[in-house]
């Protein structure tokens, strides 16, 4: 993402009616951080610019609550500066598991009538059929939730005309929402919450990898990569895996080799006694060395290679 990419996606979506918000998280500030952001946006807009987002699962610690800040109202445009300086904290910690700058958001609707709408989004039915907090406006939670409605702009976004935020790739990426009613939640947006954890855990490690194996460069990761990672979880799970380090290694070798590995009989072997015999994946699948895996490879459809 680049600030000058955010400013013209911006100035697209904007129209004089709307109000621009830039969602913050105390949550997510760096170690040893003077929270430079939030005192900067406070200084330069005033405290009644200011809006907490409640966290009903945070009720003694309302200073660790999201912060929405009002960078411009109807019939201004908001601040170029301002923006460029959300942009550039948003790119600082784009490789972050929690995001200092969780989003910008463009609506007809004043602040409090916003944050009164995320507190609502982010209570989710739990097993019980009580509700449960989750921070669906932490980019990659978002990025997940979306993807599980099959009409996408029939999601629970209005009256958030329009949302933009980084995505687990590190790419722009926006949400539109319409005034009309939104479908209900997918049954498989609270399983896929529950796995962010795991899908975080995942998306540092292959962060982490080497785009090739003779050079130290870490992989680019593709601008939806939290939604790849999060695939490949549920195709270990229906294979039969369910320890954490073998799923994780399940998906890793899916995501830097072929996305369709396990439809290798070799490797499908392989996998089936782990299963069986409840014997760590790793080790099996490290036996093999490079050559080994090119073969396999080799038997896959081209087309779904990783590039």
Not at 8 to 18: K, M, N, Q, V
Not at 125 to 141: I, N, T
Not at 181 to 190: E, F, I
Request: proline share 10%; glycine share 4%.
């Amino acid at each position: 993402m680049s600030t000058k990419a955010l400013l013209d996606l911006i100035a697209d979506y904007h129209a004089p009616e709307l109000y621009c918000h830039v969602l913050i998280d105390p949550l997510a500030i760096p170690e040893n951080s003077d929270q430079s952001l939030l005192l900067q946006l406070k200084k330069a807009l005033g405290e009644g610019a200011m809006t907490r987002v409640v966290r009903a699962d945070l009720p003694h610690a309302p200073h660790l609550h999201p912060v929405l800040a009002c960078l411009s109202s109807p019939g201004a445009k908001p601040s170029p500066p301002l923006l460029k300086m959300t942009a550039h904290a948003a790119q600082s910690d784009n490789q972050r598991r929690k995001r200092h700058v969780c989003g910008w958001l463009l609506s007809e609707a004043p602040a409090p009538v916003i944050a009164a709408h995320l507190a609502a989004l982010c209570r989710l039915p739990g097993s019980a059929s009580e509700p449960r907090f989750y921070p669906l406006y932490e980019p990659v939670r978002l990025e997940l939730l979306a993807t599980t409605f099959e009409h996408v702009e029939r999601g629970p976004w209005w009256p958030i005309k329009h949302w933009l935020f980084v995505s687990s790739g590190a790419q722009l990426a926006g949400l539109s929402g319409e005034a009309h009613p939104c479908s209900g939640l997918p049954r498989s947006a609270l399983r896929v919450q529950d796995d962010v954890t795991l899908i975080e855990t995942l998306l540092a490690a292959w962060r982490a990898l080497p785009s090739d194996p003779a050079g130290p460069k870490p992989s680019t990761l593709p601008a939806f990569a939290a939604v790849k990672a999060s695939n490949h979880i549920d195709d270990a799970r229906r294979l039969g895996l369910s320890a954490a380090d073998d799923i994780l290694v399940f998906a890793l070798y899916h995501l830097c080799l072929h996305p369709r590995l396990q439809a290798a009989p070799a490797v499908r072997q392989i996998i089936d006694a782990a299963v069986q015999q409840q014997r760590p994946l790793a080790p099996l699948l490290a036996r093999h060395s490079d050559a080994h895996w090119r073969q396999v490879i080799a038997t896959l459809p081209r087309s779904e290679v990783r590039p």
